[in-house]
């Protein structure tokens, strides 16, 4: 049996009422809804798909917990890419004695404004698989960055480093993904 919810702007209101609820079938079809998109944003922060999958769990449950918070004048698409961020930075924080951070002037030593950029013969698939290659550090500092629109302040906020070290693992991130890009560029078989 599908589901048919009543539409307003969103077209989500008596769908979020239901999960309010606590309704299974329609926690059930917001999760269907939302998975795919949501799961995107948890692999860009994640090392692989199981890692993941644990972040886009925990995600979830943070949105269920908190949903009668979200306010109807926002976008339910953007208020759970915020929740499945903040989980993926919070997941970032408890592993963060595994993560690597470098000094800015190191990581100036390590790639220059002129470096060769073959990224126009990779596919969405292939970059993604390179950024989930990246130190955790990099790679969370790379995507709130590079993807979300945080400056180096905010990030540094966020994670609970100086600015610094912000704009130093973002020079790491990208000389790495420059290095992996020529690499695979060179080499189609790569992995």
Same mark, same amino acid.
């Given at each position: ?9 969103? #077209? ?87 993560? @690597? ?10 790639? *220059? ?14 970059? %993604? @698989?390179?950024? @989930? ?22 990030? *540094?906020? %966020?994670? #609970? ?31």
């Amino acid at each position: 049996m599908k589901l048919a919810f009543k539409s307003d702007k969103s #077209g989500n209101e008596e769908l979020i009422a239901g999960c309010i609820k606590g309704k299974r079938r329609h926690q059930k079809k917001l999760y269907e809804l939302f998975h795919g998109k949501m799961m995107a944003v948890c692999l860009r922060y994640t090392n692989n798909y199981e890692e993941a999958r644990d972040v886009l769990t925990e995600g979830f449950m943070k949105v269920f917990k908190n949903l009668h918070r979200y306010k109807p004048s926002h976008s339910l698409d953007s208020w759970m890419k915020r929740i499945m961020i903040n989980t993926a930075i919070d997941h970032y924080r408890k592993n963060k004695k595994h993560s @690597q951070q470098v000094d800015l002037e190191y990581a100036s030593n390590e790639s *220059g404004p002129n470096d060769a950029n073959p990224i126009s013969s990779l596919t969405a698939q292939e970059i %993604l @698989q390179l950024v @989930q290659k990246l130190p955790p550090a990099y790679r969370t500092v790379f995507n709130l960055y590079a993807i979300e629109g945080y400056n180096h302040r905010e990030i *540094g906020e %966020l994670l #609970g480093i100086s600015e610094g070290t912000s704009k130093s693992n973002l020079a790491k991130a990208r000389g790495k993904l420059k290095k992996m890009i020529a690499q695979k560029h060179q080499d189609p078989y790569y992995t």
